[in-house]
């Protein structure tokens, strides 16, 4: 079970940090991406990060403005976004796919684990 929390409303280039909480053992043997999607539209890949956090990789909307960790101990996974603009105005979710490798996933279609996401609404 993932629980994505720590949305909520902030000013136009202001900034939020979004949890995800993994229920159960053994998180570091899955690897976590964060999606977003806005109504009426296909659910869109942010970020994502390899089991053990050496590897992350970003969508191109995103990049140099969000930044993704994890801690395996505490078994959760953030996602600290800066330099908010309105079109980031969406419900955010992370998702999560047990695995052996390295990789990182961008296709939805890939992972196995997620959890109802969390608001964000950016405003000028």
């Known amino acids: 079970q993932l629980q994505a929390y720590g949305g909520g409303s902030v000013q136009t280039g202001g900034s939020l940090r979004l949890s995800c909480a993994a229920s159960g053992r053994s998180f570091s043997n899955y690897m976590m991406g964060w999606f977003r999607q806005g109504p009426g539209k296909e659910r869109e890949f942010v970020a994502g990060i390899s089991r053990g956090g050496d590897s992350t990789y970003y969508g191109d909307s995103v990049k140099g403005r969000f930044t993704i960790s994890r801690d395996n101990a505490k078994n959760t996974g953030y996602l600290q976004m800066d330099s908010l603009k309105s079109e980031d105005t969406v419900v955010y979710y992370c998702?999560?796919?047990?695995?052996?490798?390295?990789?990182?996933?961008?296709?939805?279609?890939?992972?196995?684990?997620w959890g109802q996401g969390t608001q964000v609404t950016v405003s000028s």
């Open positions: 998702e999560a796919r047990s695995t052996t490798s390295q990789v990182i996933y961008t296709a939805r279609r890939h992972y196995n684990h």
